[in-house]
């Protein structure tokens, strides 16, 4: 994912909205939660303090560094002999590196 911005959005004269924020944090997931954040960060930057868009925006680049550096809870709780998947927090376990990638 680039953080590239769209054109429209990018413009200077036009009104950050809302709507704008949600756009860029409707598909996140672990793996763009950051690239995300820093969308979003540039986009409602020029803000004032209260500005609607830059608290939506606040809230949202807060849950995406939490996304970003723990992951997500997988799979569900309740299933009888199938344990969740288990989160990017979670501590590895013995004979493991803690490297996703071996």
Known sequence: ??????????????????EDVRQLMG???????????????????PLPAGHPARVEGEREMARLEALGYTGEVRGQEGEEGLPPLPSLSVAPGPGTTGNLHG
């Open 1 to 18: 994912m680039s953080e590239a911005e769209h054109p429209d959005r990018a413009r200077v004269a036009r009104e950050v909205s809302i």
């Open 27 to 45: 598909a996140s997931t672990p793996h763009f939660a950051l690239q995300l954040r820093n969308r979003i960060a540039k986009l409602v930057d």
